[in-house]
């Protein structure tokens, strides 16, 4: 039986659709998964779904809003989306307390973070000295910093390398890792590229699902969220 993995969407507000990328999706059936995109649901529809559900994939999206780790909005805040971060640190906190597995995608491992009593760095260039790009220009496959990968970690035996370069679409990081969190990849610059907690409980940073047909070696994250979500 093939492991149904729930995709969060992001939220359209001005023409209240769900609104996700087909390359999240691919990424899991590629994987041998099924997808199934989920809508935002209340503490009784949660409990329904993680009766179906054998693992998450928290997508990427708008900036988390700071007032869900106790910060107040600096200048550079980007946009927020009210509803998503309602609806995702609810359903996150199940999972977890369920134990399934998850995988968080830019702000996915952001929100995670968040969700299991976490921090972010709000805005990278005028937080973190001497910083990289991180909201990159060139095409969205295209690999443009490195990152080093701890060992030990699940991110560094899923992809099988010391170092990899990945692409980049972020201004928000995770700051202070959560409890029981670590940190198993970072930036040259010190900004932390991938968080890792209890069970299968992983969050990059980069785009894996924008970069794996061009290079196979990132759908081996796609491949650990569905051999660790397979009943």
């Known amino acids: 039986m093939l492991p149904i993995i729930g995709v969060t969407p992001s939220l359209d507000h001005e023409s209240q659709r769900y609104m996700l990328s087909p390359e999240y999706t691919a990424g899991v059936r590629a994987a041998g998964g099924v997808p199934v995109m989920l809508p935002y649901a209340d503490d009784a529809a949660i409990e329904r779904l993680l009766g179906v559900l054998n693992g998450i994939l928290l997508s990427g999206g708008v900036d988390v809003d700071p007032v869900h780790f106790q910060e107040e909005p600096l200048p550079q805040l980007g946009r927020v989306c009210p509803d998503r971060d309602r609806a995702e640190l609810r359903l996150t906190r199940k999972v977890l307390e369920a134990g399934l ?13 968040v969700a299991a009593g976490g921090s ?50 972020h201004h928000q990081a995770v700051g202070r890792p959560a409890p029981g969190f670590a940190v198993t990849a970072r930036a040259g610059d010190g900004v932390i590229e991938a968080i890792e907690g209890p069970g299968f409980t992983v969050g990059i940073q980069w785009h894996p699902e924008c970069m794996w047909e061009k290079d196979p070696i990132f759908l081996g994250l796609f491949r650990g969220l569905v051999e660790a979500a397979s009943p």
């Open 101 to 113: 597995p998850i995988l968080g995608i830019c702000r996915g491992a952001q929100l995670l973070n």
């Open 120 to 169: 972010l760095c709000q805005d990278i260039p005028t937080q973190v000295r001497s910083s990289l790009k991180h909201s990159q220009t060139a095409p969205r496959w295209h690999p443009t910093h490195a990152v080093n990968l701890e060992a030990g970690g699940i991110t560094r035996r899923l992809l099988g390398v010391p170092s990899i370069r990945v692409n980049s679409f």
